[in-house]
Protein backbone atom coordinates (compact mmCIF):
# COMPACT_ATOMS: atom_id res chain seq x y z
CA UNK A 1 0.00 0.00 0.00
CA UNK A 2 1.63 3.37 -1.01
CA UNK A 3 1.78 6.00 1.99
CA UNK A 4 1.92 9.66 1.60
CA UNK A 5 4.46 10.83 4.89
CA UNK A 6 3.17 14.18 6.41
CA UNK A 7 5.70 16.72 7.84
CA UNK A 8 5.27 15.62 11.21
CA UNK A 9 5.49 11.84 10.93
CA UNK A 10 2.11 10.87 10.51
CA UNK A 11 1.18 8.99 6.96
CA UNK A 12 -1.64 8.88 4.60
CA UNK A 13 -2.58 6.07 2.29
CA UNK A 14 -5.02 5.74 -0.83
CA UNK A 15 -7.98 3.40 -0.08
CA UNK A 16 -6.96 -0.01 -1.49
CA UNK A 17 -3.52 1.02 -3.18
CA UNK A 18 -5.26 3.23 -5.65
CA UNK A 19 -7.36 5.96 -6.04
CA UNK A 20 -10.71 5.64 -5.38
CA UNK A 21 -12.13 9.38 -5.18
CA UNK A 22 -14.94 8.42 -7.94
CA UNK A 23 -16.28 5.19 -6.00
CA UNK A 24 -17.41 6.55 -2.68
CA UNK A 25 -14.26 6.18 -0.63
CA UNK A 26 -14.65 7.99 2.54
CA UNK A 27 -12.34 10.88 1.76
CA UNK A 28 -10.64 8.50 -0.58
CA UNK A 29 -8.20 8.28 2.46
CA UNK A 30 -7.20 6.67 5.81
CA UNK A 31 -5.06 8.76 8.57
CA UNK A 32 -2.21 6.05 10.08
CA UNK A 33 -1.29 7.19 13.24
CA UNK A 34 2.58 7.94 13.87
CA UNK A 35 5.26 8.29 16.10
CA UNK A 36 3.60 11.27 17.62
CA UNK A 37 0.65 9.36 18.35
CA UNK A 38 -3.27 10.40 18.16
CA UNK A 39 -4.27 13.45 16.88
CA UNK A 40 -6.07 14.23 19.93
CA UNK A 41 -2.45 13.61 21.46
CA UNK A 42 -0.65 16.11 23.54
CA UNK A 43 2.42 17.02 22.08
CA UNK A 44 5.62 17.26 24.36
CA UNK A 45 5.98 20.64 25.88
CA UNK A 46 1.77 19.91 27.13
CA UNK A 47 0.75 23.32 26.09
CA UNK A 48 -2.55 23.17 24.91
CA UNK A 49 -1.64 25.56 21.64
CA UNK A 50 0.44 22.97 20.43
CA UNK A 51 -2.58 20.85 20.37
CA UNK A 52 -4.64 23.05 18.50
CA UNK A 53 -1.65 23.84 16.27
CA UNK A 54 -1.61 20.34 15.65
CA UNK A 55 -5.47 19.62 15.02
CA UNK A 56 -5.28 22.34 12.61
CA UNK A 57 -2.33 20.98 10.25
CA UNK A 58 -3.74 17.43 10.53
CA UNK A 59 -6.91 18.98 8.84
CA UNK A 60 -5.37 21.29 6.35
CA UNK A 61 -3.13 18.43 5.41
CA UNK A 62 -5.72 16.20 4.82
CA UNK A 63 -7.72 18.74 2.86
CA UNK A 64 -4.66 19.21 1.25
CA UNK A 65 -3.70 15.74 0.19
CA UNK A 66 -8.29 15.17 -0.99
CA UNK A 67 -7.62 18.43 -3.99
CA UNK A 68 -4.97 16.17 -5.02
CA UNK A 69 -6.29 12.85 -5.34
CA UNK A 70 -9.60 14.65 -6.63
CA UNK A 71 -7.31 16.39 -9.66
CA UNK A 72 -5.66 12.68 -10.26
CA UNK A 73 -9.27 11.16 -10.36
CA UNK A 74 -10.91 11.17 -13.92
CA UNK A 75 -14.50 13.65 -13.76
CA UNK A 76 -17.50 12.28 -14.77
CA UNK A 77 -18.59 14.66 -17.73
CA UNK A 78 -21.75 16.75 -18.07
CA UNK A 79 -23.81 18.03 -21.22
CA UNK A 80 -22.45 21.10 -22.12
CA UNK A 81 -25.30 23.67 -22.64
CA UNK A 82 -26.53 24.83 -26.26
CA UNK A 83 -24.25 27.01 -27.66
CA UNK A 84 -26.26 30.32 -28.24
CA UNK A 85 -26.37 32.02 -31.86
CA UNK A 86 -23.64 34.56 -32.56
CA UNK A 87 -23.78 37.84 -34.13
CA UNK A 88 -22.49 36.87 -37.22
CA UNK A 89 -25.09 33.99 -37.03
CA UNK A 90 -27.78 36.67 -36.84
CA UNK A 91 -26.70 38.62 -40.26
CA UNK A 92 -27.01 37.94 -44.01
CA UNK A 93 -23.50 39.30 -45.73
CA UNK A 94 -23.59 40.73 -49.05
CA UNK A 95 -20.32 42.67 -51.14
CA UNK A 96 -20.08 45.95 -52.91
CA UNK A 97 -17.37 46.54 -54.82
CA UNK A 98 -17.25 50.38 -55.88
CA UNK A 99 -15.22 53.51 -56.22
CA UNK A 100 -14.46 55.03 -52.69
CA UNK A 101 -11.32 57.10 -53.51
CA UNK A 102 -9.30 58.44 -56.31
CA UNK A 103 -10.89 60.33 -59.40
CA UNK A 104 -13.79 58.33 -59.18
CA UNK A 105 -14.54 58.30 -55.98
CA UNK A 106 -17.33 60.63 -55.69
CA UNK A 107 -20.02 58.11 -57.82
CA UNK A 108 -18.80 55.68 -55.41
CA UNK A 109 -19.90 57.33 -52.28
CA UNK A 110 -23.36 58.19 -53.73
CA UNK A 111 -23.68 54.57 -54.61
CA UNK A 112 -22.98 53.80 -50.77
CA UNK A 113 -25.02 56.33 -50.04
CA UNK A 114 -28.31 54.44 -51.80
CA UNK A 115 -27.24 50.95 -50.58
CA UNK A 116 -27.13 52.00 -46.94
CA UNK A 117 -30.46 54.25 -47.21
CA UNK A 118 -31.71 50.78 -48.69
CA UNK A 119 -30.31 48.01 -46.04
CA UNK A 120 -31.20 50.19 -43.04
CA UNK A 121 -35.08 50.11 -44.19
CA UNK A 122 -34.75 46.57 -44.88
CA UNK A 123 -33.34 46.06 -41.57
CA UNK A 124 -35.65 47.83 -40.04
CA UNK A 125 -38.43 46.23 -41.90
CA UNK A 126 -37.42 43.03 -40.42
CA UNK A 127 -34.23 42.31 -42.95
CA UNK A 128 -33.37 38.95 -44.61
CA UNK A 129 -35.69 36.96 -42.85
CA UNK A 130 -34.93 38.03 -39.48
CA UNK A 131 -31.58 38.32 -39.85
CA UNK A 132 -30.15 41.86 -40.40
CA UNK A 133 -28.27 42.54 -43.61
CA UNK A 134 -24.58 43.70 -43.75
CA UNK A 135 -22.28 45.22 -46.78
CA UNK A 136 -18.77 44.08 -46.98
CA UNK A 137 -17.56 47.27 -48.54
CA UNK A 138 -14.15 47.16 -50.99
CA UNK A 139 -12.64 50.32 -53.20
CA UNK A 140 -11.46 49.25 -56.53
CA UNK A 141 -10.58 53.25 -57.07
CA UNK A 142 -12.02 52.40 -60.74
CA UNK A 143 -8.89 50.29 -61.55
CA UNK A 144 -9.79 46.79 -63.05
CA UNK A 145 -7.22 45.01 -61.44
CA UNK A 146 -8.27 45.98 -57.92
CA UNK A 147 -11.64 45.12 -58.63
CA UNK A 148 -10.58 41.35 -59.93
CA UNK A 149 -8.56 41.81 -56.07
CA UNK A 150 -11.36 42.67 -54.62
CA UNK A 151 -14.12 40.09 -55.97
CA UNK A 152 -11.43 37.37 -54.90
CA UNK A 153 -11.34 38.37 -51.56
CA UNK A 154 -15.39 38.56 -51.17
CA UNK A 155 -16.06 35.57 -52.48
CA UNK A 156 -12.59 33.29 -50.95
CA UNK A 157 -12.77 35.04 -47.44
CA UNK A 158 -15.93 36.29 -46.79
CA UNK A 159 -17.93 33.89 -48.84
CA UNK A 160 -20.70 36.62 -49.87
CA UNK A 161 -23.21 35.18 -52.52
CA UNK A 162 -23.90 38.62 -54.11
CA UNK A 163 -21.41 41.64 -54.77
CA UNK A 164 -23.06 44.92 -55.78
CA UNK A 165 -20.68 46.61 -58.44
CA UNK A 166 -18.65 48.17 -59.63
CA UNK A 167 -19.95 51.55 -60.93
CA UNK A 168 -16.50 51.43 -63.70
CA UNK A 169 -16.89 48.86 -66.87
CA UNK A 170 -13.01 47.84 -66.81
CA UNK A 171 -13.86 46.73 -63.12
CA UNK A 172 -17.13 45.11 -64.20
CA UNK A 173 -15.34 42.92 -66.95
CA UNK A 174 -12.60 42.12 -64.60
CA UNK A 175 -14.72 41.04 -61.81
CA UNK A 176 -16.96 38.52 -64.15
CA UNK A 177 -14.85 35.84 -64.57
CA UNK A 178 -14.52 35.42 -60.95
CA UNK A 179 -18.32 35.40 -60.68
CA UNK A 180 -18.57 32.75 -63.34
CA UNK A 181 -16.12 30.48 -61.36
CA UNK A 182 -17.24 30.59 -58.26
CA UNK A 183 -20.88 31.13 -59.18
CA UNK A 184 -21.13 34.54 -57.27
CA UNK A 185 -23.90 36.79 -58.04
CA UNK A 186 -22.92 40.81 -59.80
CA UNK A 187 -25.31 43.52 -59.60
CA UNK A 188 -23.02 46.08 -61.82
CA UNK A 189 -24.06 49.54 -61.84
CA UNK A 190 -21.90 50.25 -65.27
CA UNK A 191 -22.93 50.66 -68.63
CA UNK A 192 -20.54 48.98 -71.34
CA UNK A 193 -22.57 46.89 -73.81
CA UNK A 194 -19.63 44.28 -73.33
CA UNK A 195 -21.27 43.39 -69.98
CA UNK A 196 -24.06 42.33 -71.47
CA UNK A 197 -22.28 38.83 -72.60
CA UNK A 198 -20.14 38.80 -69.61
CA UNK A 199 -22.01 35.68 -67.83
CA UNK A 200 -24.78 34.21 -66.51
CA UNK A 201 -24.05 35.61 -62.60
CA UNK A 202 -23.49 38.75 -64.09
CA UNK A 203 -27.18 41.12 -63.82
CA UNK A 204 -26.98 45.28 -63.68
CA UNK A 205 -29.64 47.57 -62.39
CA UNK A 206 -27.84 50.17 -64.97
CA UNK A 207 -29.24 50.41 -68.33
CA UNK A 208 -26.68 49.46 -71.46
CA UNK A 209 -25.00 51.90 -73.44
CA UNK A 210 -26.84 51.00 -76.46
CA UNK A 211 -30.30 50.92 -74.40
CA UNK A 212 -29.87 54.88 -73.17
CA UNK A 213 -27.91 55.84 -76.84
CA UNK A 214 -31.01 54.58 -78.72
CA UNK A 215 -33.11 57.60 -76.67
CA UNK A 216 -30.76 60.10 -77.19
CA UNK A 217 -29.42 59.53 -80.52
CA UNK A 218 -33.10 60.38 -81.79
CA UNK A 219 -33.85 62.94 -80.21
CA UNK A 220 -30.18 64.86 -81.22
CA UNK A 221 -31.44 63.71 -84.96
CA UNK A 222 -35.52 64.57 -84.90
CA UNK A 223 -35.46 67.38 -82.27
CA UNK A 224 -32.61 69.29 -82.52
CA UNK A 225 -31.99 68.60 -86.05
CA UNK A 226 -28.05 67.90 -85.60
CA UNK A 227 -26.05 65.99 -88.66
CA UNK A 228 -22.37 66.65 -87.77
CA UNK A 229 -20.81 65.76 -84.81
CA UNK A 230 -17.32 65.13 -83.53
CA UNK A 231 -16.43 62.54 -80.34
CA UNK A 232 -14.22 63.23 -77.44
CA UNK A 233 -14.21 60.51 -75.24
CA UNK A 234 -12.45 58.65 -72.05
CA UNK A 235 -10.17 56.23 -72.99
CA UNK A 236 -11.50 53.30 -70.95
CA UNK A 237 -14.18 50.57 -72.24
CA UNK A 238 -17.17 52.98 -70.98
CA UNK A 239 -16.07 55.50 -73.27
CA UNK A 240 -14.71 53.68 -75.84
CA UNK A 241 -18.30 51.48 -76.00
CA UNK A 242 -19.85 55.13 -76.16
CA UNK A 243 -18.36 56.58 -78.55
CA UNK A 244 -18.55 53.51 -80.80
CA UNK A 245 -22.46 52.57 -80.33
CA UNK A 246 -23.35 56.82 -80.58
CA UNK A 247 -21.24 56.73 -83.76
CA UNK A 248 -23.10 53.67 -85.24
CA UNK A 249 -26.51 54.71 -84.16
CA UNK A 250 -26.28 58.52 -85.62
CA UNK A 251 -25.03 56.99 -88.79
CA UNK A 252 -27.86 55.02 -89.41
CA UNK A 253 -30.21 58.03 -89.21
CA UNK A 254 -28.05 60.01 -91.79
CA UNK A 255 -25.85 61.51 -89.42
CA UNK A 256 -21.94 62.21 -89.95
CA UNK A 257 -19.03 61.78 -87.47
CA UNK A 258 -16.32 64.30 -88.20
CA UNK A 259 -13.85 62.97 -85.53
CA UNK A 260 -13.41 60.41 -82.92
CA UNK A 261 -10.57 60.73 -80.33
CA UNK A 262 -9.56 59.59 -76.82
CA UNK A 263 -8.21 61.00 -74.00
CA UNK A 264 -6.69 59.39 -70.49
CA UNK A 265 -9.10 59.65 -67.75
CA UNK A 266 -8.49 62.41 -65.27
CA UNK A 267 -6.59 64.77 -67.66
CA UNK A 268 -7.69 68.29 -67.20
CA UNK A 269 -6.13 70.06 -70.62
CA UNK A 270 -8.09 69.25 -73.65
CA UNK A 271 -7.14 72.24 -75.53
CA UNK A 272 -5.09 70.78 -78.30
CA UNK A 273 -7.92 67.93 -78.30
CA UNK A 274 -10.37 71.22 -78.85
CA UNK A 275 -8.08 73.23 -81.15
CA UNK A 276 -9.01 70.30 -84.06
CA UNK A 277 -12.19 70.41 -83.59
CA UNK A 278 -12.92 73.89 -83.77
CA UNK A 279 -10.97 73.62 -87.15
CA UNK A 280 -14.17 70.72 -88.08
CA UNK A 281 -16.85 73.24 -86.87
CA UNK A 282 -19.48 70.76 -85.61
CA UNK A 283 -23.00 71.61 -85.26
CA UNK A 284 -22.54 69.19 -81.49
CA UNK A 285 -19.51 67.35 -79.81
CA UNK A 286 -20.73 64.46 -78.07
CA UNK A 287 -18.32 63.44 -74.62
CA UNK A 288 -18.95 60.50 -72.31
CA UNK A 289 -16.85 61.61 -69.92
CA UNK A 290 -17.12 61.69 -65.85
CA UNK A 291 -15.50 64.79 -64.45
CA UNK A 292 -13.53 65.72 -67.18
CA UNK A 293 -16.39 67.01 -69.40
CA UNK A 294 -15.68 70.02 -66.70
CA UNK A 295 -12.81 70.70 -68.28
CA UNK A 296 -13.58 70.32 -72.04
CA UNK A 297 -16.67 72.58 -71.52
CA UNK A 298 -14.73 75.70 -69.87
CA UNK A 299 -11.83 75.57 -72.53
CA UNK A 300 -14.17 74.95 -75.43
CA UNK A 301 -15.70 78.38 -74.67
CA UNK A 302 -12.40 79.59 -73.91
CA UNK A 303 -11.49 78.63 -77.78
CA UNK A 304 -14.94 80.04 -79.11
CA UNK A 305 -16.23 76.84 -79.62
CA UNK A 306 -20.10 77.61 -80.19
CA UNK A 307 -21.78 73.80 -80.86
CA UNK A 308 -24.52 71.90 -78.59
CA UNK A 309 -22.31 69.83 -76.22
CA UNK A 310 -24.00 66.14 -75.67
CA UNK A 311 -22.93 64.38 -72.37
CA UNK A 312 -23.13 61.04 -70.86
CA UNK A 313 -25.05 59.75 -67.84
CA UNK A 314 -22.21 60.38 -65.65
CA UNK A 315 -22.52 64.59 -66.99
CA UNK A 316 -25.10 64.80 -64.02
CA UNK A 317 -22.33 65.70 -61.06
CA UNK A 318 -21.94 68.65 -59.00
CA UNK A 319 -18.46 68.75 -59.34
CA UNK A 320 -18.79 69.39 -63.26
CA UNK A 321 -21.04 72.29 -62.64
CA UNK A 322 -18.49 73.52 -60.20
CA UNK A 323 -15.67 73.37 -62.53
CA UNK A 324 -17.37 74.40 -65.81
CA UNK A 325 -19.92 77.16 -64.21
CA UNK A 326 -21.85 78.89 -66.61
CA UNK A 327 -20.13 77.01 -69.53
CA UNK A 328 -22.52 73.72 -68.62
CA UNK A 329 -25.65 75.62 -69.51
CA UNK A 330 -27.56 73.73 -71.99
CA UNK A 331 -25.72 70.42 -72.13
CA UNK A 332 -28.14 67.72 -72.59
CA UNK A 333 -27.45 64.10 -71.67
CA UNK A 334 -29.48 60.90 -71.26
CA UNK A 335 -30.35 59.78 -67.67
CA UNK A 336 -32.33 57.17 -65.57
CA UNK A 337 -34.12 59.20 -62.74
CA UNK A 338 -35.66 62.04 -62.03
CA UNK A 339 -35.24 64.19 -58.98
CA UNK A 340 -38.18 66.48 -58.93
CA UNK A 341 -41.06 63.23 -60.49
CA UNK A 342 -44.26 63.87 -58.73
CA UNK A 343 -44.27 59.58 -58.45
CA UNK A 344 -45.40 59.12 -54.96
CA UNK A 345 -42.36 56.60 -54.56
CA UNK A 346 -39.74 59.50 -55.56
CA UNK A 347 -41.42 61.96 -52.93
CA UNK A 348 -40.71 59.37 -50.46
CA UNK A 349 -37.10 57.91 -51.36
CA UNK A 350 -36.29 61.73 -51.30
CA UNK A 351 -37.55 62.55 -47.94
CA UNK A 352 -36.02 59.52 -46.18
CA UNK A 353 -32.69 60.49 -48.33
CA UNK A 354 -33.02 64.44 -47.38
CA UNK A 355 -33.87 63.76 -43.36
CA UNK A 356 -30.23 61.15 -43.69
CA UNK A 357 -27.75 62.96 -45.66
CA UNK A 358 -29.08 66.75 -46.04
CA UNK A 359 -29.85 66.75 -49.81
CA UNK A 360 -31.81 65.44 -52.52
CA UNK A 361 -30.42 61.94 -54.53
CA UNK A 362 -29.19 61.82 -57.12
CA UNK A 363 -29.22 58.92 -60.11
CA UNK A 364 -26.98 56.61 -59.26
CA UNK A 365 -28.15 56.52 -55.54
CA UNK A 366 -31.13 56.08 -56.60
CA UNK A 367 -30.21 52.61 -58.62
CA UNK A 368 -28.53 51.26 -55.46
CA UNK A 369 -31.77 52.06 -53.40
CA UNK A 370 -33.76 49.95 -56.14
CA UNK A 371 -31.29 47.15 -56.72
CA UNK A 372 -30.59 46.67 -52.93
CA UNK A 373 -33.92 46.18 -52.45
CA UNK A 374 -34.37 44.11 -55.07
CA UNK A 375 -31.47 41.64 -53.83
CA UNK A 376 -32.81 41.59 -50.62
CA UNK A 377 -36.39 40.38 -52.30
CA UNK A 378 -33.98 37.41 -53.64
CA UNK A 379 -32.52 36.44 -50.06
CA UNK A 380 -35.44 36.49 -48.59
CA UNK A 381 -36.33 33.02 -50.81
CA UNK A 382 -33.07 31.57 -51.63
CA UNK A 383 -30.73 32.38 -48.33
CA UNK A 384 -27.05 32.12 -49.81
CA UNK A 385 -28.09 30.36 -52.26
CA UNK A 386 -26.57 31.87 -55.28
CA UNK A 387 -27.77 30.05 -58.27
CA UNK A 388 -30.97 30.56 -56.48
CA UNK A 389 -30.54 33.96 -56.90
CA UNK A 390 -29.91 34.52 -60.15
CA UNK A 391 -32.71 32.29 -61.32
CA UNK A 392 -35.13 34.61 -58.60
CA UNK A 393 -33.17 37.65 -60.56
CA UNK A 394 -34.20 36.62 -64.09
CA UNK A 395 -37.46 36.42 -62.83
CA UNK A 396 -38.17 39.94 -61.74
CA UNK A 397 -40.69 41.88 -63.78
CA UNK A 398 -41.50 45.47 -63.16
CA UNK A 399 -40.22 45.72 -59.26
CA UNK A 400 -41.72 49.55 -58.13
CA UNK A 401 -38.09 51.35 -58.12
CA UNK A 402 -37.59 54.72 -57.47
CA UNK A 403 -36.28 54.63 -61.12
CA UNK A 404 -39.08 53.46 -62.73
CA UNK A 405 -40.86 49.71 -63.11
CA UNK A 406 -37.68 47.49 -63.13
CA UNK A 407 -37.08 44.10 -64.97
CA UNK A 408 -34.42 42.45 -66.13
CA UNK A 409 -33.96 40.67 -69.60
CA UNK A 410 -32.62 37.07 -70.77
CA UNK A 411 -28.88 38.62 -70.46
CA UNK A 412 -29.69 39.96 -66.98
CA UNK A 413 -29.76 43.50 -68.61
CA UNK A 414 -32.10 45.85 -66.78
CA UNK A 415 -35.25 47.46 -68.70
CA UNK A 416 -36.01 50.35 -67.53
CA UNK A 417 -37.10 54.18 -68.77
CA UNK A 418 -35.12 56.82 -69.80
CA UNK A 419 -35.24 60.82 -69.76
CA UNK A 420 -33.37 63.15 -71.06
CA UNK A 421 -32.34 65.71 -69.64
CA UNK A 422 -30.42 69.08 -69.52
CA UNK A 423 -28.31 71.76 -67.29
CA UNK A 424 -30.88 75.06 -66.80
CA UNK A 425 -29.84 77.91 -64.02
CA UNK A 426 -26.83 75.85 -62.62
CA UNK A 427 -29.39 72.89 -61.84
CA UNK A 428 -29.97 69.04 -63.40
CA UNK A 429 -33.22 69.12 -64.85
CA UNK A 430 -35.94 67.59 -67.11
CA UNK A 431 -35.67 68.66 -70.91
CA UNK A 432 -38.73 70.82 -71.30
CA UNK A 433 -41.05 68.71 -73.72
CA UNK A 434 -39.27 65.26 -73.19
CA UNK A 435 -41.54 62.80 -71.73
CA UNK A 436 -39.02 59.75 -71.87
Sequence with gaps: MHSIWTKRGASLSKCGGKCTCCDGCDGGEQVVKGKQGSRG???????????????????????????????????????????????????????????????????????????????????????????????????????????????????????????????????????????????????AIAISPKIRDAGDYTFRIQPDARYYLRQLVPFVCDKLKIRRVCILYVNNDFGVDQAKVFQMEFEKRGGKVLSSEGFTQGATDFRAQLSKIRVLNPEAVFMPAYTEAGYILKQARELGIKAQFIGSVPFENPDILKIAGKTAEGVIYPHHFDPDSPDPLVREYQRKYVKKYGRKSEGFAALAYDGIRIIAETLKKCGNDATCIKDALYKVKDFPGVTGPTSFDDHGDVVKPIVIKTVRNGAFVRYEGNTQ
Excluded at 41 to 62: D, F
Design 41 to 187: ETLKGGSKMHTKHWKNWTIGAVVLIMVIMLAGCPQKRTSQPPTLPTTKQQTIKIGAVLPLSGPSAQYGKWIQEGLELGREEINSQGGINGKQLEIIYEDDQAQPRMAASAMQKLVTTDKVPVVFGSWASSCVLAQAPIAERTRTVIM
